[in-house]
């Protein structure tokens, strides 16, 4: 019988390192989503995985038996990618990158042989949404992306960030209108 979610935190508490291997199969993929639309970098992304699965075990004694697991381990994905962010800005603001990198990066992810100029417009259209998304103030942006991104219900929402659900809905609102501004004539 596998074990639940719960089963493995506790395991995690009493510093059984063998209950991290399951959970992070389990909640792996998720995570990193999360953490790739906030951090828009695939290498940073997988970085930022590992290091949440390290804060969750060394944060586990911490967690409420009461709670899910899941928005639990969504609250530290979400707080750990703002933080690298953050820093990563402050990084890029003394560093110049390199565009050829990106650009075969950008190389390796797609699937089939679209033409160049779809590539480019693609390319443009997905920088234009991250732009868009970077612009939110970060409560906006953490909304934005649990629901959109993530896929979750807005009560999911408001227990991850620990915020009312009328804040929720009120930030989602305003973070798709400042969306649809920054966007406009995408269509």
Known sequence: ???????LIGRLARGDREALGPLMERHYRRLYRLSLSYLRDPDEALDAVQEIFVKAFQNAARWDGGAEVGPWLTRIAVNHSIDRYRRGRRRLAAE??????????????TTGDPSPERRVLGREVGERIASALRSLPERQRAVFVLRHY????????????????????????????????????LR
């Open 1 to 7: 019988m596998e074990e639940s979610d719960r089963d």
């Open 96 to 109: 110049t990158p390199l565009d050829e990198e990106a650009g075969d990066r950008d190389a390796r992810l």
């Open 150 to 185: 993530d896929e979750l219900a807005l009560e999911d929402i408001a227990r991850v960030l620990d915020m009312s659900l009328g804040t929720v809905k009120s930030s989602l609102h305003r973070a798709v209108h400042r969306m649809r501004e920054r966007l406009e004539g």
